[in-house]
């Protein structure tokens, strides 16, 4: 069992940065591939960003790519996302979210997840 928490989440202007932070515990952390996912109020949520076990591997969503950065230290057991150049359309709650396999878009292959960070982009 995994266990995930997420930090860094605040209200910013467009056109600022944020980094997320994604603490992991409870299990061999570097088996996960590390997935970021938001959703915005009334909207589904959506994958945003995701990293294979090494971090040899990344995809983002079209929506952010070139904007986020996904990373992560397998010593320290943290997945970071870099948000720059936020916009309002960034707002939402992001979560953290780990599972086993292969790098993937879908959200019911992640087996873990954490309670979800608020980010808050004005205008």
């Known amino acids: 069992q995994v266990h995930v928490v997420e930090s860094g989440g605040g209200l910013v202007q467009a056109g600022n940065s944020l980094r997320l932070s994604c603490a992991a515990s409870g299990g061999t952390f570097s088996r996960y591939r590390m997935g970021w996912f938001r959703q915005a109020p009334g909207s589904e949520r959506e994958y945003v960003a995701g990293i294979s076990w090494f971090g040899t591997s990344t995809y983002y969503a079209d929506s952010v790519k070139g904007r986020f950065t996904i990373s992560r230290d397998n010593a320290k057991n943290t997945v970071w996302l870099q948000m720059n150049s936020l916009k309002p359309e960034d707002t939402a709650v992001y979560f953290c979210?780990?599972?086993?396999?292969?790098?993937?878009?879908?959200?019911?292959?992640?087996?873990?997840w954490g309670q979800g960070t608020q980010v808050t982009v004005s205008s």
């Open positions: 979210a780990a599972g086993l396999g292969q790098l993937t878009v879908r959200s019911g292959t992640y087996d873990y």
